[in-house]
């Protein structure tokens, strides 16, 4: 079964760090670009970066550049959304999806295999 999880989502208090985890199962994530998204409820989901199968490539949204770092594993088959400097305008909910495309595209085109989401909330 294809399949992405996220994972590492919490309560960080504002400047603080977390790592996102998104995992793979089924499937050979290497093969694809791999895009993190995340979404206030009632709010439109919006794009944070894609990281290339290979892992040479990355962009970033502006809102997080310089602060979030994309990586991947090609062993345990995931890829990771390293944050840092975190601000309560990143509370969301996170979520990492395929790209066939390899990240080619931009965030605004179609992404697959969605997970379900992890929480990160930002507070004091």
């Known amino acids: 079964q294809v399949q992405l999880v996220e994972s590492g989502g919490g309560l960080v208090q504002p400047g603080g760090s977390l790592r996102l985890s998104c995992q793979a199962s089924?499937?050979?994530?290497?093969?694809?670009?791999v895009g993190w998204f995340r979404q206030v409820p009632g709010k439109s989901r919006a794009g944070i970066g894609c990281?290339?199968?290979?892992?040479?490539?990355?962009n970033y949204a502006d809102s997080v550049k310089g602060r979030f770092t994309m990586s991947r594993d090609t062993v345990k088959n995931a890829v990771y959304l390293q944050m840092s400097s975190l601000k309560p305008d990143d509370t969301a909910i996170y979520y990492c999806?395929?790209?066939?495309?390899?990240?080619?595209?931009?965030?605004?085109?179609?992404?697959?295999?969605w997970g379900q989401g992890t929480q990160v909330t930002v507070s004091s």
């Open positions: 089924g499937f050979d994530l290497g093969f694809y670009g």
């Open positions: 990281i290339s199968g290979g892992g040479e490539n990355t």
């Open positions: 999806a395929t790209d066939p495309y390899d990240c080619r595209r931009g965030l605004d085109f179609d992404y697959y295999d």
